[in-house]
């Protein structure tokens, strides 16, 4: 069956990075897409990035794009999301989902999801 495993979640300064990383199994990886989310304390589940596993084609929401960077690496069947000079904003759980495609990503258009990872941007 799909799985999707986030990791790499934790506690990070203003101004720092982190990576995440969703591991997939259970379907033929190259032949979907993997987006990235966050919900916040008491804020509903936003779209943040999405890619197609296989041409490496990005998509991304307008407020995170130039911080945030999908990728993808389909010999580990993993999609990553690199995240820099964060925000206290940026606190929140995210979680990585899979569907055939990106168009309409950002309404939460996907099939599967993960548990999600924890992050917290603090001094």
């Known amino acids: 069956q799909v799985q999707l495993v986030e990791s790499g979640g934790g506690l990070a300064q203003p101004g720092g990075s982190l990576r995440l990383s969703c591991a997939a199994s259970?379907?033929?990886?190259?032949?979907?897409?993997i987006a990235w989310y966050r919900q916040a304390p008491g804020t509903e589940r936003e779209a943040v990035a999405c890619?197609?596993?296989?041409?490496?084609?990005?998509n991304y929401v307008d407020s995170l794009k130039g911080r945030f960077t999908i990728s993808t690496d389909n010999a580990k069947n993993t999609v990553y999301l690199q995240m820099n000079s964060l925000k206290p904003e940026d606190t929140a759980v995210y979680y990585c989902?899979?569907?055939?495609?990106?168009?309409?990503?950002?309404?939460?258009?996907?099939?599967?999801w993960g548990k999600g990872t924890l992050v917290i941007v603090s001094s």
């Open positions: 890619i197609r596993n296989d041409d490496g084609s990005r």
């Open positions: 259970g379907f033929a990886f190259d032949d979907y897409v």
């Open positions: 989902a899979q569907s055939r495609t990106c168009f309409g990503f950002e309404y939460l258009t996907m099939d599967y």
